[in-house]
């Protein structure tokens, strides 16, 4: 039975942060019992250690790796492990990246969008309105 959420916050604090507050959610984590998060936290994760604390794309791929390994519920998990392993290797915005794991997994093979980064992705086709 899920019945906590585990927010953004918490993840940050594990991975840039020391004390006793730290500490603390390392334990929590640790123990994972009846916790959840979403993909949204992801991308939350990913873009408050890339943005705020400047970390590069290999630390940010450690920390999300971390969290889609422990025993946290997540939802997406599949599709985020995906997006996790194509985001490492490619050159890609994460948020683009798991967009178009979201959109392949509903079967979507088009998108409008002015981005011409989504043209990385092989599977979708981007179009312009």
């Known amino acids: 039975m899920v019945n906590k959420f585990v927010d953004t916050n918490i ?4 991975f840039v942060r020391f004390g006793k507050k730290s500490d603390r959610c390392k334990v929590l984590l640790k ?5 959840q998060t979403s993909s949204l936290v992801f ?3 990913e873009w408050v250690l890339r943005s705020v604390y400047e970390l590069d ?5 450690k920390c999300l790796k971390t969290v889609i390994s422990s025993n946290i519920e997540i939802d997406n998990k599949m599709i985020l492990i995906k997006a996790i392993e194509f985001y490492e290797s ?5 948020t683009d990246c798991l967009n178009m794991f979201l959109m392949s997994d509903d079967d979507v093979r088009e998108v409008y969008s002015y981005d011409k980064g989504l043209s990385k992705f092989d599977w979708i086709q981007r179009l312009e309105p």
């Open 43 to 45: 991308s939350e994760i």
């Open 90 to 94: 490619h050159p890609v915005d994460w």
């Open 57 to 61: 794309k290999g630390v940010v791929v």
């Open 31 to 35: 123990e994972a019992k009846n916790l």
């Open 11 to 14: 993840f940050v604090e594990v």
